[in-house]
């Protein structure tokens, strides 16, 4: 059946639940980079686009940038998972 790869849609979904799952502590580079399991040029790109539709915010704490989703990327999610699970519920997968 050869290799799956995630649409921009699953990578946005997966970016906004680790930095969901990381609470109001927000989620470091490094680890939203292994976590997601993405290229810096591409979660680079992701992200900008998350930053700019106000569903993260970017802080620097230490030197390091830290993400932290916002209200607007939690309604986001919770939207992106029901819909999900109704595309699962067709047989259809995002």
Do not use: C, P
């Amino acid at each position: 059946m050869g290799e799956v790869y995630r649409n921009s849609v699953k990578i946005v979904g997966d970016v906004l639940q680790i930095a969901d799952e990381s609470g109001l502590s927000g989620v470091n580079l490094t680890s939203l980079l292994r976590r997601a399991n993405l290229s810096y040029g591409r979660l680079s790109t992701v992200a900008s686009r998350l930053l700019q539709a106000g569903l993260i915010d970017e802080q620097l704490q230490e030197g390091q940038r830290i993400y932290v989703i916002t209200s607007r990327g939690r309604d986001y999610l919770h939207k992106y998972q029901q819909f999900s699970e109704i595309a699962d519920s067709f047989g259809l997968k995002l």
